[in-house]
């Protein structure tokens, strides 16, 4: 049997953060202009995702849950 190994790593949110922070403090290209909402987009937008249907399943079982009685 093989032993498994933990494969850590950036994921790809973390490394186009990276480059757009890179980016923004050396003033280059059109990032400088960007706000810094868009330049911590790819480490927020996943998270929002998930709260947005988390939401969307809760509020359907309960709306379920609520039909049954």
Not at 38 to 64: E, F, K, N, R, Y
């Amino acid at each position: 049997m093989k032993d498994k190994k933990a494969t850590g790593g950036l994921g790809i949110g973390t490394i186009l953060f990276l480059i757009f922070l890179t980016l923004k403090l050396a003033e280059v290209g059109p990032v400088a202009q960007w706000s810094w909402w868009w330049v911590t987009s790819p480490l927020w937008i996943p998270l929002a995702l998930v709260g947005v249907i988390a939401t969307i399943v809760g509020m359907a079982v309960i709306v379920q849950h609520k039909n049954k009685k």
